[in-house]
């Protein structure tokens, strides 16, 4: 099951996310979106000196058509997907460099996943 609550929603990512990682978001308003990438360290790069998980808490902004289209292009999605799912955009943003707020390592998924729904 794909862990969602009443503030964050699914973003992208593999269903196994413990393993692989995922990506969740929250609206702030209408052009600003929180989004929590989770990482396995271990199958991401082998390294878990700090942890076997890292929690990345980005701010993504979608009012820069410019800044729109260039993800977009960079991961290959079209515009018209785009326009109609705005996940899509989003993830590309997160995927193209976004506003990073805070990070934090764990070797615990949940309790690092709630850090990050808390920041």
């Not at 058509?65 to 515009?79: E, F, R, T």
């Not at 018209?80 to 955009?89: F, K, Q, W």
């Amino acid at each position: 099951m794909v862990y969602n609550d009443h503030k964050y929603h699914w973003l992208s990512g593999d269903i196994n996310y413990k393993d692989y990682g995922g990506r969740w978001y929250r609206k702030e308003d209408d052009h600003l979106f929180t989004v929590i990438e989770m990482v396995n360290m271990d199958n991401a790069c082998g390294d878990t000196s700090h942890g076997k998980y890292l929690c990345i808490v980005n701010e993504v902004s979608i009012d820069d058509p410019i800044k729109n289209a260039d993800a977009l292009n960079c991961c290959g999605v079209s515009l018209t997907d785009a326009m109609d799912n705005i996940e899509l955009l989003i993830d590309s943003l997160v995927s193209y460099g976004s506003n990073t707020i805070c990070s934090n390592y764990s070797n615990n998924f949940n309790k690092l996943l709630k850090w990050g729904k808390r920041v």
